[in-house]
């Protein structure tokens, strides 16, 4: 089927009903379990799992429509670490005591808690969307933009193309991924999570949910960047003595800059807050914090070369009372 348009479509969280708003929003209607345009396709910028309140309901509308055409998905950090938090480390999984790729501790077991809990008394369910998750692409190139959930590496995947790889995440795949030095070890980290700089010797940020971090994550599109405050991209502010540093040579060769004048790329992963924007004219993030109560962003792409503020469309996450409200 040819379409009109795409609807891109932010970081999900467990917001299904508010999905569900959204997706009437722009004229998306029901025909059974699923949501369909008459001549636009929607498409998912992953991170679907984890933290919100209706995680299966939203994994049913957002796997119904792929299933059905009226959608694409592609793989988040998340659904990822899903993935490794399932998978038993090579040297491990004979033994008694298996150790897994995402390791089970205390904070990745958080992260994944919400998830686990509303599939306690669906565990075939659960191994259904973990199958599907597999197959989910790391990225896709569509005509005229490109989506990926953090971070477009050029180098990266074109290599990825040079190899013919079908990114079906198997166990081995998994497994090889844990290693960050590995070709899918640096696909995955880098298309899913994006780029960061480790703050100096002794220094760490907390974020406002608590965690203590020595990385900060970094642009993908900085041009010329000097300080490290050039370069930051994340809801956290740094530290003002950190934010005025340097740069080193080490660090800008590191740096990636999607240039001006490649085709529109549309990302995630990034908890922005305020009204949407584009950050560019050829880049736009659509994680605006839903599941904190933020907005679930769209954007509305028609092919324009120059990305626009008019074409988001939103809707709010209702905070009062403290879930999501299903739709009127």
């Known amino acids: 089927m040819q379409y009109s348009g795409y609807d891109i479509i932010g970081d999900i969280h467990g917001c299904a009903f508010t999905l569900e708003k959204l997706l009437e929003k722009m004229d998306y209607v029901r025909d059974g379990e699923v949501y369909y345009h008459a001549n636009r396709q929607a498409i998912f910028l992953g991170d679907i799992v984890d933290r919100g309140p209706h995680i299966r309901e939203a994994l049913h509308i957002v796997k119904g429509m792929v299933d059905a055409g009226s959608a694409q998905c592609i793989l988040g950090n998340h659904e990822y670490n899903a993935l490794g938090y399932i998978t ?4 491990t999984e004979h033994t008694r005591e298996v150790k ?15 998830t686990l809990t509303q599939f306690a008394s669906y565990p075939e369910e659960w191994r259904m969307f ?3 998750f597999r197959g989910l692409p790391a990225f896709l190139e569509l005509p005229g ?8 590496d050029e180098a990266l995947i074109a290599e990825c193309k040079e190899r013919k790889l079908s990114l079906f995440y198997d166990k081995a795949f998994i497994q090889q991924s844990a290693d960050k030095s590995t070709f ?26 608590g965690y203590k971090r020595r990385l900060f994550r970094t642009k993908f599109w900085a041009n010329s960047p000097e300080t490290y405050q050039d370069v930051v991209f994340q809801p956290d502010p740094l530290p003002e003595d950190i934010a005025q540093q340097s740069l080193s040579g080490d660090e800008k060769d590191a740096l990636l800059c999607y ?13 922005l807050q305020g009204k949407p924007r584009v950050l560019r004219p050829n880049i736009a993030c659509l994680d605006y914090s839903a599941v904190k109560y933020g907005r679930l962003v769209a954007y509305r792409f028609d092919g324009e070369d120059c990305l626009s503020d008019k074409k988001f469309a939103w809707v709010y996450v209702d905070a009062s009372p403290a879930t999501e409200s299903p739709p009127s």
């Open 100 to 114: 897994y790729v995402r390791a089970h501790n205390a904070r990745h077991n958080r992260l994944i808690a919400e």
């Open 259 to 271: 240039g001006e004048n490649e085709p529109p790329v549309f990302v995630g992963h990034y908890w």
């Open 184 to 209: 899918e070890g640096r696909l995955l980290d880098r298309l899913t999570r994006g780029t960061d700089i480790t703050l100096p010797e002794g220094r760490t940020i907390t974020s406002k949910d």
């Open 145 to 152: 933009f490109r989506v990926v959930h953090a971070c477009w």
């Open 88 to 91: 038993p480390t090579p040297e």
């Open 130 to 132: 973990l199958e599907w």
